[in-house]
């Protein structure tokens, strides 16, 4: 079977206007996520304020000083108590995203089944979290090797002192980026099949993308492009909430203050809620035109009933 690269890029959308409910569930459950960050966010400002008077210090002695060894580590201290505030937002930000990607799939695979937003705690979720996980840490490694891969291209050059030789790390750049984009596109549908077919499919994306690699790269194009578009037009009622809220992250920065940064982020504030529950919206109608589109892909190619 075919499909049309243009028409299954704006699935998304049609989920929307199908059920736009759905959206209202996702974006509540992307709520709950940001809610959880600003949580971590307050709790641990100490840190954090910590870590920001301490770098000013060390910018303000001037990068000729010699650094103080001791203030240096009290700093990094200071910053991984911060970092480790937000570890545990690790597996949950992983499950919302399983949650998500999988509602997504079964909004366009399985329409009969509906609910609050398609969202189930269900072995298809578990399924998809474990497909998700592997295929993020397989595209990692193979990642690191290719930065591994350039760095000793690199090395090589250096040890040739060639001009000619800089063509070999510019090869080695464009072939892992080709690397890279090919392996995203092969392995773009694994989820849609395991929500589908019920089962872990770790590889059985790249049986079904074979010789589709253009036209599944077309459409993963005009889904980000579709994405960037809506995420630039939020920008419009976003930001001058986000003003009004007091979060700007460089005002607090460049403030002599830096606990007047962190004072937006309380739970209390009600711009802060207002600036947050606008951009769980965005991000879920973003997630919707970015991860629909695989899995009309995969129901055209299957041939399964366009409800």
């Known amino acids: 079977m075919s499909f049309s690269a243009t028409e299954a890029a704006f699935e998304g959308f049609r989920i929307v206007r199908r059920n736009p409910l759905s959206l209202l569930w996702w974006a509540a459950l992307y ?15 100490g840190s954090w304020i910590e870590f920001i008077r301490l770098s000013e210090e060390m910018e303000t002695a001037g990068a000729n000083a010699q650094a ?7 700093m990094l201290g200071a910053l991984g108590g911060a970092m480790a505030s937000f570890i545990w937002l690790l597996p949950l930000q992983l499950v919302v995203t399983s949650v998500l990607t999988a509602a997504i799939a079964r909004a366009i695979l399985r329409p009969s089944d509906g609910g609050f937003g398609y969202m189930r705690l269900s ?21 690191v090797g290719c930065i591994f891969g350039v760095g000793l291209l690199i090395g090589i ?23 890279m984009a090919w392996l995203a596109v092969r392995w773009s549908l ?3 099949i395991t929500v589908a077919e019920r089962r872990m ?4 994306s790249f049986g079904l993308t074979k010789g589709r690699f253009w036209s599944m790269l077309g459409m993963a194009i005009l889904a980000v492009i579709m994405a960037l578009f809506i995420a630039l037009l939020s920008l419009v009622v976003i930001a001058p909430l986000t003003m009004m809220s007091g979060a700007s992250m460089f005002a607090g920065v460049a403030s002599d203050d830096p606990a007047a940064m962190f004072e937006a982020y309380r739970t209390f504030n009600p711009w802060m809620i207002v600036t947050a529950l606008l951009n769980a919206g965005v991000y879920a109608l973003t ?19 366009n409800d």
Do not use: H
Request: proline share 4%; net charge negative.
């Open 123 to 143: 072995m298809d979720e578990v399924r998809v979290f474990v497909v998700t996980l592997v295929v993020m840490i397989a595209l990692f490694a193979i990642y």
């Open 68 to 74: 103080d060894p001791a203030q240096v580590m009290v």
């Open 157 to 179: 050059a250096a040890a040739i002192d060639q001009a000619w030789a800089g063509l070999l790390v510019i090869a080695g750049i464009v072939a892992s980026i080709c690397l």
């Open 201 to 204: 499919a770790f590889f059985d």
């Open 287 to 305: 997630v919707s035109v970015l991860y629909a589109p695989f899995s009309a892909a995969y129901r055209d190619l299957k041939g399964l009933p």
């Open 31 to 45: 709520a709950v996520l940001s809610f959880a960050s600003l949580a971590a966010m307050v709790l641990n400002a």
């Open 190 to 192: 694994a989820v849609p």
